[in-house]
């Protein structure tokens, strides 16, 4: 019976070794670290200001992890990206188009962050929607077919445009936004300054460091995955796949007082229409949002972040 032994522990060490495989992809390698340093410890302190009449829920797609809210029609409600991208008018797509009353106007083109032409929509104006308990009559918009910036369908977007002059609070966990227009101040919590820039007049940019380097961070929730710019690290260092581009050495993100660590961070050669000293150094995206409550406030003279 003893002679079996050797043979187990062979069996033993081959099927440990299939268990710790190396994933196929980069994209599966990326990690984050340190989260725990950002989450927020105790929610309901941050909903304890909000009227039950201020809160809405959210969907959050499988394939892709961003929020999606309804949004009401004439005839027929859609759910659609709340995308924190998108500096314009509501955006609808070809899948939805046939259901939502609209009338034409001039084409035009739709343009990447930093200017650059992505394909050709049409300008539409819709009679009525409503969304965030606000209705809106004779709104312009566009209308884009879906596969122009995704790679499945998708009903279209919604942005901050439509929470102008408000506070909100965004969990994803909870799929939950609270929307208010009464200006309260939350306990305990530190006020990241937003930075205001005409071409993305609603977007949510401020200064943060990225490996100890101070530059601009972008919040995106229509975009999955996050990424930090190329020219930040060693180019020599930088590995890619079908996957994308990937650094495989630990980078560290600080925000305010708070930090957390990327391991195999995607990279990309990020730029912006925007006119700064800095440049920009991150795009945090729904794959790090989902673990962060977020407060945005723009009342009044407001502008300002809070990460709970």
Same mark, same amino acid.
């Given at each position: 019976?003893?002679?079996?032994?050797?043979?187990?522990?062979?069996?033993?060490?081959?099927?440990?070794?299939?268990?710790?495989?190396?994933?196929?992809?980069?994209?599966?390698?990326?990690?984050?670290?340190?989260?725990?340093?950002?989450?927020?410890?105790?929610?309901?302190?941050?909903?304890?200001?909000?009227?039950?009449?201020?809160?809405?829920?959210?969907?959050?797609?499988?394939?892709?992890?961003?929020?999606?809210?309804?949004?009401?029609?004439?005839?027929?409600?859609?759910?659609?990206?709340?995308?924190?991208?998108?500096?314009?008018?509501?955006?609808?797509?070809?899948?939805?188009?046939?259901?939502?009353?609209?009338?034409?106007?001039?084409?035009?083109?739709?343009?990447?962050?930093?200017?650059?032409?992505?394909?050709?929509?049409?300008? !539409?104006?819709?009679?009525?929607?409503?969304?965030?308990?606000?209705?809106?009559?004779?709104?312009?918009?566009?209308?884009?077919?879906?596969?122009?910036?995704?790679?499945?369908?998708?009903?279209?977007?919604?942005?901050?445009?439509?929470?102008?002059?408000?506070?909100?609070?965004?969990?994803?966990?909870?799929?939950?936004?609270?929307?208010?227009?009464?200006?309260?101040?939350?306990?305990?919590?530190?006020?990241?300054?937003?930075?205001?820039?005409?071409?993305?007049?609603?977007?949510?940019?401020?200064?943060?460091?990225?490996?100890?380097?101070?530059?601009?961070?972008?919040?995106?929730?229509?975009?999955?995955?996050?990424?930090?710019?190329?020219?930040?690290?060693?180019?020599?260092? !930088?590995?890619?796949?079908?996957?994308?581009?990937?650094?495989?050495?630990?980078?560290?993100?600080?925000?305010?007082?708070?930090?957390?660590?990327?391991?195999?961070?995607?990279?990309?050669?990020?730029?912006?229409?925007?006119?700064?000293?800095?440049?920009?150094?991150?795009? !945090?995206?729904?794959?790090?949002?989902?673990?962060?409550?977020?407060?945005?406030?723009?009342?009044?003279?407001?502008?300002?972040?809070?990460?709970?």
């Amino acid at each position: 019976m003893l002679r079996f032994l050797p043979m187990l522990g062979i069996l033993s060490v081959v099927s440990l070794v299939q268990s710790q495989e190396v994933p196929k992809y980069y994209r599966d390698r990326t990690k984050i670290l340190n989260m725990n340093l950002i989450k927020c410890q105790d929610k309901n302190k941050v909903f304890t200001n909000y009227r039950k009449n201020e809160y809405y829920n959210l969907s959050i797609d499988s394939e892709f992890g961003m929020p999606h809210i309804e949004v009401d029609f004439e005839n027929n409600t859609f759910p659609l990206v709340f995308d924190f991208g998108n500096s314009d008018n509501i955006l609808i797509t070809n899948a939805i188009s046939e259901k939502v009353p609209f009338c034409k106007k001039n084409k035009t083109y739709t343009y990447t962050p930093n200017g650059e032409i992505r394909g050709e929509i049409q300008n !539409i104006e819709i009679p009525k929607f409503k969304v965030f308990n606000r209705i809106f009559e004779n709104e312009g918009g566009t209308l884009m077919d879906w596969s122009i910036s995704s790679t499945s369908p998708i009903n279209g977007l919604i942005g901050l445009k439509y929470l102008q002059n408000q506070l909100f609070t965004l969990d994803y966990e909870n799929k939950l936004l609270a929307i208010t227009n009464r200006d309260f101040t939350f306990a305990s919590s530190e006020k990241i300054e937003l930075l205001s820039f005409p071409y993305h007049p609603y977007g949510i940019h401020f200064l943060g460091k990225v490996n100890g380097k101070e530059v601009i961070i972008y919040l995106d929730t229509g975009k999955s995955h996050s990424e930090i710019n190329s020219n930040l690290v060693a180019q020599e260092d !930088i590995v890619s796949d079908k996957s994308g581009s990937f650094y495989p050495e630990l980078i560290e993100v600080e925000i305010g007082s708070k930090s957390f660590s990327l391991e195999y961070a995607r990279v990309n050669k990020l730029k912006r229409k925007i006119d700064s000293e800095y440049p920009i150094g991150m795009y !945090i995206a729904s794959d790090i949002l989902k673990y962060i409550t977020l407060s945005v406030n723009r009342i009044n003279d407001n502008n300002y972040l809070i990460f709970h």
